[in-house]
């Protein structure tokens, strides 16, 4: 079964550092990767995707991916108590569209 | 661009009743619409993929006489929950993708809180 792993958390960072949200995921053949942030009580919002191994930047935000080692994540830096929130990994994994979602890393940035 | 609304965004309505949810891709045609559903403090659940002009696929363990699901045209997929019971009371998001041609980024809808009393 196609799985996306993230660590639950909460982790907590002071305002101003870097947060760095990790996923790994099980299927070889994963292409590309979503991250989403969920505030509490709202729907996911699309941060990044990332296709290609390696560094994607936007802003305060980079994705990482490292198809060998099967992980991705995502870093945040100059880290705002406005960016507390869940971080949702997807993949839609091998010949599908559906995209299979880790459960979420909640992250709170300490003013 | 890819701005995804959802109506209603809250409802509450007597067990036995039917309830419906639009979703609705307002700047592009989404060849896919996927609905979801949330609990407190759980993960995303997909309860349905709905092409337009098809039948929607639904999800191991889901109803499909239950979760009535239409994509009639490529801005606009409906959810029906058919005689709700206090259980179905939950978080249901829609996505839509197909954004210049790219099924696999989804783009989510704010998200309709229902319950059922």
């Known amino acids: 079964q196609k799985e996306v792993e993230q660590n639950s958390g909460p982790l907590s960072v002071p305002e101003g550092a870097i947060a760095s949200l990790n996923c790994t995921y099980s299927?070889?053949?994963?292409?590309?990767f979503f991250w989403y942030r969920q505030y509490s009580g709202k729907s996911p919002e699309l941060i990044m995707f990332?296709?290609?191994?390696g560094d994607k930047e936007d802003g305060r935000f980079t994705a990482q991916l490292n198809k060998a080692s099967q992980y991705v994540s995502l870093l945040i830096r100059d880290s705002q108590p406005s960016d507390s929130a869940t971080y949702l990994c997807?993949?839609?994994?091998?010949?599908?569209?559906?995209?299979?979602f880790g459960s979420g890393t909640r992250l709170l940035v300490r003013p | 661009g890819a701005v995804v609304s959802q109506h209603p965004s809250r409802v509450i309505c007597k067990s036995g009743t039917s309830v419906k949810i639009e979703c609705r891709s307002l700047?592009?045609?989404?060849?896919?619409m996927f609905w979801y559903r949330q609990f407190p403090k759980q993960s995303l659940m997909l309860m349905a993929t709905?092409?337009?002009?098809?039948?929607?696929?639904?999800e191991q363990g889901v109803e499909k006489d239950k979760f009535l699901i239409n994509h009639a045209s490529l801005t606009l997929s409906t959810l029906t929950v058919t005689s709700a019971h206090p259980e179905d009371s939950s978080f249901y998001i829609c996505?839509?993708?197909?954004?210049?041609?790219?099924?696999?980024?989804?783009?989510f809808g704010p998200g309709t809180r229902l319950l059922v009393l």
């Open positions: 996505s839509a993708s197909g954004l210049a041609g790219d099924q696999e980024t989804q783009y």
């Open positions: 709905s092409n337009e002009g098809s039948k929607a696929t639904y």
């Open positions: 997807a993949s839609p994994g091998t010949g599908s569209y559906k995209l299979i």
């Open positions: 299927d070889r053949g994963s292409q590309s």
């Open positions: 700047d592009f045609q989404a060849t896919t």
């Open positions: 990332i296709y290609s191994n």
